[in-house]
Nanobody, 115 residues
């Protein structure tokens, strides 16, 4: 069983920055993709950013130019650097890993952006 543990969430003012971390319990080389999703109250969970095993990244249009996903294979960790945060970025952020058709999820970390 794979465990994904997120950290780095919190409360920040609009325009501020946070860096989320997702530590995996085993080598992340085995995952086809790893990514960050978010879910705001009353809304569906949505993809924020993902990165392939080869390092290719893609982003939701709403975060392009503000968020950066990266991975440190030696530490089995994926990061999400979030800059220029907006109140609409407020949500629970989940780390996800996909190995073929199997998905693994973290427990989520709250990000709250105040005006």
């Amino acid at each position: 069983q794979v465990q994904l543990v997120e950290s780095g969430g919190g409360l920040v003012e609009a325009g501020g920055s946070l860096r989320l971390s997702c530590a995996a319990s085993r080598s992340i080389f085995s995952f086809n993709t790893m990514g960050w999703y978010r879910q705001a109250p009353g809304k569906q969970r949505e993809l924020v950013a993902e990165i392939s095993s080869g390092g290719s990244a893609k982003y939701d249009d709403s975060v392009k130019g503000r968020f950066t996903i990266s991975r440190d294979n030696a530490k089995n960790t994926v990061y999400l650097q979030m800059n220029s945060l907006k109140p609409e970025d407020t949500a629970v952020y989940y780390c996800a890993a996909r190995q073929r058709v199997v998905w693994y999820w973290g427990q989520g970390t709250q990000v709250t952006v105040s005006l």
